[in-house]
């Protein structure tokens, strides 16, 4: 894929100095919305499109993201850390089977914008990029503390495996990617979820 305008140099130039208030409100915009239009659309997406609905104009995109799968590494990043930080907080809301279910439901969001960026995904697999290595576990870890919260309360059952949760939630990415994928996956993170609440009672290790 051919690189956009803007030299790496500049970049990290850029990314030395504190960003203005005004300014970091635009990156962080672009970084939310390029998540909706890559979700949607996939890494195919105009670039333009995501400056339009992030209200900047295209140079503002390249000034904060000098190539597309810049962008496409910080919008990764972002989701991972959104979704490892929502394990906690709805921990912290809501009854343990409960927390498992939204946060499951999320993972699938996650998933759709993963999907989006498969292909720039695969080209920063080949390249030093830290990406992999610094997001590797993160992810099945908040599965895995979300599962035995559940398992220790009782609110599903206790012979579950947070690795056999996160491997049928994993299904969700290979499914055929038609307009209904979606909501098709929502329902079955509800079927999921019966299955794990089924005989929680009488299973529970706790």
Same mark, same amino acid.
């Given at each position: 894929? +051919?690189?956009?305008?803007?030299?790496?140099?500049?970049?990290?130039?850029?990314?030395?100095?504190?960003?203005?208030?005004?300014?970091?409100?635009?990156?962080?915009?672009?970084?939310?919305?390029?998540?909706?239009?890559?979700?949607?659309?996939?890494?195919?997406?105009?670039?333009?499109?995501?400056?339009?609905?992030?209200?900047?104009?295209?140079?503002?995109?390249?000034?904060?993201?000098?190539?597309?799968?810049?962008?496409?590494?910080?919008?990764?990043?972002?989701?991972?850390?959104?979704?490892?930080?929502?394990?906690?907080?709805?921990?912290?809301?809501?009854?343990?089977?409960?927390?498992?279910?939204?946060?499951?439901?999320?993972?699938?969001?996650?998933?759709?914008?993963?999907?989006?960026?498969?292909?720039?995904?695969?080209?920063?697999?080949?390249?030093?990029?830290?990406?992999?290595?610094?997001?590797?576990?993160?992810?099945?870890?908040?599965?895995?503390?979300?599962?035995?919260?559940?398992?220790?309360?009782?609110?599903?059952?206790?012979?579950?495996?947070?690795?056999?949760?996160?491997?049928?939630?994993?299904?969700?990415?290979?499914?055929?990617?038609?307009?209904?994928?979606?909501?098709?996956?929502?329902?079955?993170?509800?079927?999921?979820?019966?299955?794990?609440?089924?005989?929680?009672?009488?299973?529970?290790? +706790?």
């Amino acid at each position: 894929m +051919a690189a956009e305008p803007f030299a790496i140099a500049e970049e990290k130039a850029e990314e030395a100095k504190p960003l203005r208030a005004d300014a970091q409100r635009n990156r962080d915009r672009l970084v939310e919305v390029a998540a909706a239009v890559f979700a949607e659309r996939g890494i195919d997406a105009s670039l333009e499109e995501i400056a339009r609905r992030a209200g900047v104009g295209i140079g503002t995109l390249y000034r904060h993201f000098p190539t597309r799968e810049h962008l496409v590494e910080v919008v990764y990043r972002r989701e991972v850390e959104a979704l490892c930080a929502a394990a906690g907080e709805l921990a912290q809301k809501h009854p343990s089977d409960v927390a498992l279910e939204q946060w499951m439901q999320r993972f699938v969001d996650y998933i759709a914008t993963k999907r989006g960026l498969a292909t720039s995904l695969r080209i920063l697999l080949t390249t030093n990029s830290t990406l992999f290595s610094d997001t590797s576990g993160r992810v099945s870890q908040a599965l895995r503390q979300l599962v035995e919260a559940a398992v220790a309360e009782g609110t599903i059952r206790g012979d579950v495996d947070a690795s056999d949760v996160l491997h049928a939630l994993s299904g969700i990415y290979s499914a055929p990617d038609t307009p209904e994928w979606r909501d098709r996956s929502r329902r079955l993170v509800s079927l999921l979820m019966d299955g794990l609440r089924f005989g929680a009672g009488k299973s529970a290790t +706790a």
